[in-house]
């Protein structure tokens, strides 16, 4: 199955990874955990749901609009560690997850996000009012030689998308 590294071993993002993911300034998100909204007007109730996370903009109706859910890092049937996911993009505007990375990693591949099965460069599609399911039938983000990652815990994971830039996640680690 082919593969692509999605940009991480960039010197740049290595070293910004660490001070991002140690609560520094990030550039758009909510929370690492937000939980979904109540209503329309975006606003939260509730406890924090792990694996989700809503991300909004005040530029318009063509600002980002995602929604990011049931995410989780479990085991492949190959023995392989992945980062599962739904990302729903509810703008109207294309998106496009440009890379994941998490210090429970070296680097994450992402594998069959393009048409027939080969990687795009440009990262993995989000089209408008759709979604994608990484996992599964859908792309995937495999995490290449991991550690650390410990059942009942949560992972931190840094993904950038084109538009609505840098966004943390805090993914459970399902039992093995």
Known sequence: MHHADMGLRSSRTSAVL??????????????????????????????????????????????????????????????????????????????????????????VAVEGAGPGDVPSTAGVSLPPHGEVSFGGHGPRLVLEHPHGLEPGHAAPFLLEFGVAGLVRLQAPVSPR
């Not at 749901?49 to 049937?77: C, F, H, K, N, W």
């Not at 703008?91 to 496009?96: F, Q, T």
């Open 18 to 107: 660490p001070a991002l993911l140690a609560g520094a300034a990030v550039l758009t998100a909510c929370s690492g955990h937000a939980p979904p909204p109540d209503g329309p007007s975006g606003t939260a109730a509730g406890p924090p749901v792990p694996g989700t996370v809503r991300i909004t903009s005040s530029a318009g109706p063509y600002g980002p609009a995602l929604t990011i859910t049931r995410a989780a890092v479990r085991r492949d049937a190959q023995g392989r560690e992945e980062l599962v996911m739904t990302v729903h993009n509810d703008g109207r505007a294309p998106e496009h997850l440009a890379f994941v990375q998490t210090p429970h990693a070296t680097h």
